[in-house]
Structure formats: C-alpha cells, structure tokens
C-alpha cells in the first residue's frame, strides 16, 4: 500500500505534521532508513521514483524543453512511502523523497527555484542514507552540469556535518551516491561512464577543508555506485530490466520469498542515521532550517554552530541567496554579481544544451528509423535553436549585461550549430538517395529526351529538399552533395547509354540473321518444288503429231522446256494404234483427237469420254499434251 507525504511544500516551507505517515506511529523508535532521489528538472526522477518502489508520483510529459516551460509534475519535496518494501506488508520505515521544483508558473527555472535545487540536496544529505543522482549521459565529463552542482551541494553540507561532529557521530555522515546515468548507448561501457563520474566527484570534492581539521578524504565519507539505464521511450524493455535490478538492491529484506536483504543491497548500515521514525518530522524541521546557507555558496562564512566550511575552487552558487531567492550581499556590503553570473550562465547552459541535444537525437533517431527525409527539418531546427536560446536568455536574463552571459551564449549557439548541422548533412544523404532513385525510375526506358528530363527533375528535387533542411543563418552548404549526386546520375545515364547501344547493336545483328535463315528457307522450298514438279516448273508443254492417210509416215513435233522438238518416223500399218504413248503420257484417242495430262512417272486416263481405239480409217491424230503439277485422276 502507498501513501505520500509533503514534506516541504511548493513554496519551500516545510510541514508541522507529525508523524509524516499513520504508519509511522507503530514503528516507534526504529531507525528511518532513507532514499533521495535528486536530478535536474525534467530528467526523470518521479518516473524513476515509480519503478523502482511500484508508486504513482505524479510524472511531467513532452520534451525536456517543453517541461522546463510547464509547471512541475512535482512540486516541493514529496516523501513516498510503500509498505509493500517489506515483506508481509508490515508497515516499512523505508521513506523515498522526490526533490521536485517549487511551485510556478509556466515559465524556465529561476534563480530561487535554483536556490532551492541546492538547499533540497543539502537536506537529503543530511537525512538521506542514499542519494540516487540523475545524470544525462550526454552531461558525463562536464563540471559545470547540474548534477554536478547538486553534488557539490551534498560534498559542503557533509564537509559542514564533519566540522560540527566527532567521534561516533561523524562516522554515521557516511553516504551511499549512485548515479543513475540516462538514456546512455550501448557501445559505451557503464564502467567507462562510472570512472569518469567518479573522477568529476573527486574534482569537486578537491579544496573541501574542514576549519582547523584541513583537507578531508571523499572516500572517507561517501561511496559511489553507477547504473546505467537505456532510453526510457525507445529501449524500453532494457530499460525495466536495468530498473528491476537496481529496485532489487534498494528493498529493505530483498523480496517476498526472501529472508533478508540481497547480499549486494545499497542500503548499508553504514549509510543509516539512526534517526528515529518518531522523530524523524522534528529533525527534518531542524535541518530544513540549518540548510538555509545552501542557497548560495558561502564562501569563509560561518555556519550556525560556528564551524567554518570553505571551498577554494567551488563555483555552487557563486553568490549567496537568501530565503527569497534573492541576490544577497558579502560581508562587505557589495554584490558579488560575476561570480553569480558564472554560476547561474554555466548552470542554465548545462540544462540547455543538454535538453537540446535529446531533442536533436530524437531527430537523428527518426531519420535513422524511417530511412527517409525529415519533413521541414530546417523550421524543425531554427525552432530548436530559438527555443534554446530563448530558455537561455530567460534562465540568465539578471546577467545579459555580463561579459559571461555573451560568451556563453556563443558557445551555446555555435555547439547547437555544430549538432544541427550533423543532423542536416544525415538529411542530404537521404535527400540524395531519394533523388537517385527518382532518377532511376523516370529513365528506365532509356530514352535520350526522357533522361535528360529526368536528370534536371532530380537536381531539382535535391534543391528543393536541401533548402528546406537548411538552419537559418547556418551557413551550411549542400553544394558537395549536390555535385555528388549528379556524378552519379551522369555515370548511370552513361552505363544506360551503352547498355542501349549494345542492345540495338544485337537487334540489328538478330534481324540480319533472320533475313538470311528466310533466304534460305526460301531457296529449300524452290528446290522442293522443283523436284516435285519434275523440273518443269508448271511451265506448259506442247505436242502435236500427224500421219499422212496411207502412209507409214509419222510427224511429230514438241515444244518441251523451252525446246522445239521435230520428229519424223516409219510405223508400220499393222503396228498402227491410236494410243501413242511417251515417257510421261499417255494418249486415248477420241474420235481422232488426243488429249491427255501429263505428270512426272505416271500415266492419266484421257479426257473425256471413254477408252476407244481409233479405226484404222482414222486419217490423223492430234495429240496435244497438257502439263499439270497436279493430278485430278490416278491410273
């Protein structure tokens, strides 16, 4: 069962309530064991605080930018408490804090709200047995992120802690520090992430002197851990295991089916304050008060109990803040209005660009999962880039007239520029693809007059595509690409060229073949029909005989092939007959005239009539031959 409790309200007071849970009460006098969750607005906590202790915290939504202009999901300083934390259901002395914003209106952060940021980490490290710090991975390396202010807000109130205890009160400061680093990549090992953020701890720590104690050790008073977590939206099932894993640790007696904590549990003993659930609302009204210094860095000042806590390189809030938020004055009177201008310019440039950045990669991630241009990408990226700078001015707009304000905001434009233009140049390549392929498409008849079309709607298209992805007042070119694509598209109509060439080429040779398999095709069927036909051709051939009355005299003559034959012979009468026969005829006389078609090899009955011999008193015969490729009566 969940219950939540306001701790200190939107307004940076804290709560009289006592006990801060109805829970609480049957716990009595057992230690409070307790978890702070810190980060920069926007980067995840209550989202953070929900998976890992099954709560329902309220949770911002939308890009970072547009958080940072909306009013914060939570506000003040939320305690959660989840009796499911232990086994069984008893009531859990386990108490998550989520350090939210103070309550505002739709507007960036202020320097009162950054005010804040620092006093809520001084009080989880004076209450807190782990912190759980929020880092962007994008912010890993980088000394003037927030994280690392929040960070160095939690080194001075331990170093201010130690300086007020000794013996064994000093050996119950020790605190657990994991840094939850978000939305990191895959191809960067988390231990890489870890050494580096260790390494920026013991920068920040460096110079920490403790009054006449002098330099104290980091790892004397605080442990680090590092987890890494994947893109919360786009590897989202990496995401719940590595959160699984991490809750695990973070459970009193480690699960229902368990006897006891993991073995590798964060909440150490070491860690533990030993502050009582019974008085745990009276401690908490103290040190929210004591904790009024953190507002803003005090530089040789002395705390409430007279210990004097400095830090030589410190740059946590450069300029002393009062309750209000406001700018408060040195011991000598005068403001210390550079030193806040480098603060709060670092700080707001920190949260920019790294607000930035995500919603720059979210771009990148769509050109990369789409495979296809990005729609308006220069509107897209002129509205980033005002939007951060507009967030920038607003954040700092106390110290525009500082030489810092300027500087940082340069090096704000020209990084956002550099980052824009990585995505613009990604842009070019897909619009290049996409105009090759238009290419491609609109030329594969190959024709001269279409390529040559085709080649200018592309280059077009290219042109067209490319000033839209460009940032105002970038200065970037597409010229490189644009040449790049027309090399190709010239080297490709070239190889078409050819191709079609070589195609005409091998069509002409097909049809010179085809003419000639024709030619012969034809000489094989004159020949056919010439044997056929007996070599005559289907030309006529003529003959004519005539025996003289009385006579053994026969004349004959013949027109055959285009020779004229004349023939003249002695029969005899008795031999006589009316049938004359050649070697491709046959003759049948009818009624003194002869008539017979003639074919090769065979023999025709005569036409018409019937078979008759001719009488002996017939006084000639007529033969006539007729020549017909085609028979009408066999023999």
């Known amino acids: 069962m969940e219950s939540q409790a306001v701790i200190v309200d939107g307004e940076g007071a804290i709560t009289t309530a006592a006990p801060f849970f109805e829970s609480d009460k049957s716990l009595g006098d057992t230690p409070a064991v307790v978890v702070a969750v810190l980060g920069v607005r926007g980067s995840g906590k209550s989202t953070l605080v929900n998976a890992l202790f099954d709560a329902s915290v309220p949770v911002a939504s939308g890009s970072v930018l547009a958080q940072r202009r909306a009013p914060p999901a939570t506000t003040g300083v939320l305690a959660v408490k989840n009796e499911s934390a232990v086994a069984g259901g008893a009531p859990s002395p386990l108490l998550v804090l989520d350090v939210g914003e103070l309550e505002s209106e739709s507007r960036p952060p202020t320097r009162a709200d950054r005010a804040f940021h620092a006093r809520s980490a001084a009080f989880a490290a004076g209450i807190a047995d782990v912190i759980l710090l929020n880092v962007w991975a994008a912010n890993v390396g980088r000394l003037d992120s927030v994280a690392m202010k929040l960070l160095e807000a939690v080194f001075a109130e331990v170093a201010k802690s130690v300086a007020e205890a000794s013996g064994e009160d000093s050996r119950r400061l020790r605190i657990g520090v994991v840094f939850v680093i978000r939305d990191t990549e895959v191809d ?46 786009h590897s989202r099932a990496d995401w719940d295991t590595a959160v699984g894993d991490l809750g695990a640790r973070l459970r009193l007696d480690g699960g229902a089916d368990s006897k006891g904590a993991p073995e590798d549990t964060l909440l150490q003993k070491a860690y533990n ?70 603060y709060h310019c670092d700080s707001a440039f920190s949260e920019v660009l790294a607000s930035a950045s995500r919603d720059l990669s979210a771009v990148a991630r769509t050109q990369t999962e789409e495979e296809s241009p990005v729609e308006g990408l220069g509107n897209t990226l002129d509205d980033m880039m005002n939007q951060a700078l507009e ?40 619009l290049r693809e996409a105009a090759f392929d238009q290419f491609k498409t609109a030329t594969g008849t190959g024709d001269g007059a279409s390529t040559e079309v085709a080649y200018f709607a592309a280059d077009a298209s290219f042109v067209e595509g490319a000033e839209a992805a460009k940032r105002t007042g970038g200065g970037w070119s597409y010229e490189a690409t644009r040449a790049d694509l027309q090399s190709l598209m010239q080297e490709l109509s070239a190889q078409r060229k050819k191709i079609t060439s070589t195609k005409i080429a091998a069509a002409a040779a097909q049809s010179h073949a085809m003419q000639y398999l024709q030619m012969q095709l034809s000489q094989l069927q004159a020949m056919q029909q010439q044997q056929y036909t007996g070599g005559s051709g289907g030309q006529w051939n003529v003959g004519a005989a005539y025996r003289p009355p009385d006579t053994n005299i026969n004349l004959s003559l013949g027109h055959q092939q285009g ?31 002869s008539v017979c078609l003639v074919g090769p090899g065979r023999r025709f009955a005569a036409l018409p009539g019937q078979l008759l011999t001719c009488p002996r008193s017939l006084c000639s015969l007529l033969l006539v031959s007729l020549c017909c490729p085609v028979p009408f009566v066999s023999d």
């Open 188 to 233: 960067v090992p988390a231990s890489v992430l870890g050494n580096a953020l260790v390494s920026d701890a013991a920068e920040v720590w460096g110079g920490m002197e403790v009054g006449d104690a002098g330099a104290i050790e980091l790892e004397d008073y605080f442990d680090f851990e590092v987890v890494a977590l994947p893109h919360y939206t």
């Open 273 to 342: 304050k030993g502050i009582a659930i019974s008085g745990l609302p009276s401690y908490s009204r103290s040190l929210w008060e004591a904790t009024k210094y953190a507002a803003g860095v005090v530089v040789g000042a002395t705390s409430s109990v007279g210990a004097s806590v400095t830090r030589a390189t410190s740059s946590v809030g450069a300029t002393a803040v009062d309750e209000d938020g406001e700018e408060a004055e040195d011991g000598d009177g005068t403001g210390n209005g550079e030193m806040a201008a480098v």
């Open 391 to 430: 967030v920038y001015d607003e954040t700092t707009g106390d110290y525009a007239e500082t030489a810092v304000h300027a500087r940082k905001r340069r090096e704000l434009e020209a990084i956002l520029d550099t980052m824009g233009h990585s995505v613009f140049v990604k842009q070019l390549m897909l």
């Open 563 to 593: 020779r004229t034959n004349l023939q003249v012979s002695m029969v005899p009468d008795e031999a006589a007959s009316c049938t004359l026969c050649c070697t491709h005829c046959l003759g049948v006389c009818l009624s003194g005239l």
